[in-house]
Structures are given as C-alpha cells and as structure tokens.
C-alpha cells in the first residue's frame, strides 16, 4: 500500500498479529516480562499481562491497526502498580490524559526498529524491507 506521495506505506501493511509482536517485544526491551498464560484472546482489553523485571509493576497493552484507542476508555481498567500502553497506527488518543496510562507513538517503534533490527522478527522485517526499498527508488 502506498501514501499520498507514493511512498510504501509500511504502517498501512503490516499484519495486526505482526504489528502485536512488535509492541510486545519493544516492551520486553523496555524491561518487562510476558506473563505466557496471558496471551491466549480471554479478553479483547488487552494483548498480554507483563510485569517488570523488578516485580513491582504489571503492565498490560492494546494494539490497533487504523482504529482510535481512547485513554478514557482504559482508566478505570487499570489498578495500582499497573500500567496500561496504548498504540495504534491511527495516532488517536483521545483528548483525556493519565499517568496509568502511555501511548506509544510510531516514533518510538520506528526508532526501536532502527537502533535494534536484531530483535525484530522476521516477518516484521520482511515490510520493513519492500518499504526501504520502496523509499530507495523515490
């Protein structure tokens, strides 16, 4: 899929599963831990549990593809010592604000990718791949 401008649109095409993955790992880095039993679909509010590699904080996520995620919709959801991260490729948040909650922005994630392609999976990696080679020929 291609932008306005003709270039790849790299966001516009991967896969809602690989674009979890992604957030997932970029939170493994940022230092939490997958609760496995987690990751079956018990509930559509989240992608997975975490907690941190202290013990003290267990965090959870939401991942969409074009879809607003309204920080609202998640305040009471999350407790003490918990913290709810929010991304979509649509950017939406809303317009409410909350420490319990973060809103991961394509930024980040773009900039994850590049400082540490070695641990992106290889499906990830394939977009990424038509996208830079998409931009190299504009």
């Known amino acids: 899929k291609y932008n306005d401008y003709g270039d790849f649109d790299f966001w516009s095409c991967i896969e809602s ?10 939170l493994q880095f940022k230092g939490y831990y997958i609760v496995s039993s987690t990751l079956k679909k018990s509930t559509a509010k989240i992608e997975a549990a975490m907690i ?19 920080v609202e ?24 604000n909350s420490d319990k909650i973060k809103c991961i922005t394509k930024g980040e994630i773009e900039l ?19 996208a830079s080679k998409s931009s190299s020929q504009t």
């Open 52 to 70: 941190s590699r202290d013990g003290k904080t267990r965090c959870y996520q939401q991942v969409k593809r074009n879809t607003p995620l309204k």
């Open 73 to 96: 919709d998640y305040i009471d959801w999350v407790q003490n010592n918990e913290i709810m991260y929010l991304f979509t490729t649509s950017q939406n948040y809303g317009v409410a």
């Open 17 to 26: 599963e690989d674009l979890e993955c992604l957030i997932l790992m970029y």
């Open 112 to 130: 994850f990718v590049k400082e540490h392609p070695e641990l992106i999976p290889d499906n990830v990696r394939y977009w990424l791949y038509i």
